[in-house]
């Protein structure tokens, strides 16, 4: 058995993406807050919710999704019940430090999922406090692994991993909307054009992952001499492409 506190954006997004990869709703208990977002989720994918966080006694394994405000309300409550069990805080700022302050002798951890977790296509980032043993994380691992990938970092690099892999799905939505825009300039209807741009995205991101990271290679591949996609990305850097993009890392980590 498995808990949530918190089922918004994203304690929602990742029981979503739990149940339609094949995890149990049986398995998974939430204790939502005061709107009716939970009981809407519930409708759709059936786990069972309850009232109080004490009666999340059964988990083995309790994630909390609230936000900064929330938390320590949600550890002290926590408390009561936490020993020998792990605990996952989706919480940004939620530090280890902070965590294990409040829950004295407990495993925890802290992780940035990102949204396509929905998918099962997500990447989350974990610290884990220095208690968790391997088999810890294996069970950490055996269910955020049905929401895509799971990579343990230090930290002090948790926040600049979740910006770059947690902000920027709202960046590509950005530049999907600018591609499909400059296709209906150039004539395409929208929806076409949006699929293009989607399908584009989809495909270029599997064969990127699968050229081990050699990205590069992959633009010098399809950009013929004197053709049109070198002067299409020669484009792109004289109206600042990569400076924006980094320039948006560095306002979402400010
Ligand atoms: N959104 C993301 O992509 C993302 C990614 C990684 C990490 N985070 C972090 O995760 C945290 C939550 O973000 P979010 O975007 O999911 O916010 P959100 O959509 O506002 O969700 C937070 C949820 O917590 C619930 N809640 C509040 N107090 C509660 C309590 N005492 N018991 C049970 N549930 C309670 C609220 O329920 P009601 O609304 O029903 O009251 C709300 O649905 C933030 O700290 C954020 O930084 C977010």
């Known amino acids: 058995m498995i808990g949530f506190i918190g089922a918004g954006s994203i304690g929602g997004a990742v029981i979503t993406g739990l149940v339609k990869n094949g995890f149990d709703a049986d398995e998974i208990v939430v204790k939502g807050g005061r ?49 020998g069990k792990l605990i996952v805080a989706f919480t940004g700022g939620a530090s280890i430090t902070h965590l294990k302050k409040i829950l004295t002798g407990v495993k925890v951890a802290h992780a940035i999922p990102n949204t396509p977790v929905k998918v099962g296509a997500g990447f989350t980032g974990i610290t884990y406090s220095d208690d968790f043993t391997a088999e810890d994380k294996k069970k950490i691992g055996s269910i955020l692994g049905y929401t895509g990938q799971l990579v343990e970092v230090p930290e002090d690099q948790l926040g600049i991993l979740g910006t770059v892999a947690g902000c920027s799905p709202a960046f ?60 299409g990305v020669a484009a792109l850097e004289e109206n600042g492409f990569r400076n924006a993009v980094i320039k948006a890392v560095d306002a979402a980590e400010e």
């Open 35 to 83: 709107s009716n977002r939970t009981k809407l989720l519930d409708d759709q994918l059936g786990f069972k919710m309850v009232k109080k966080v004490k009666q999340l006694e059964d988990a083995e394994v309790i994630f909390i999704a609230v936000g900064a405000n929330a938390l320590d309300s949600v550890l002290t409550e926590l408390k009561e019940i936490a020993t």
């Open 172 to 231: 590509l939505d950005v530049f999907i909307e600018a591609l499909s825009d400059a296709g209906v300039k150039h004539g395409l209807n929208r929806k076409l054009s949006y699929e293009a741009a989607i399908g584009m995205a989809i495909g270029a991101s599997k064969l990127a992952k699968q050229s081990q990271l050699n990205v590069s290679a992959l633009k010098d591949e399809v950009t013929s001499p004197g053709g049109s996609t070198i002067k």
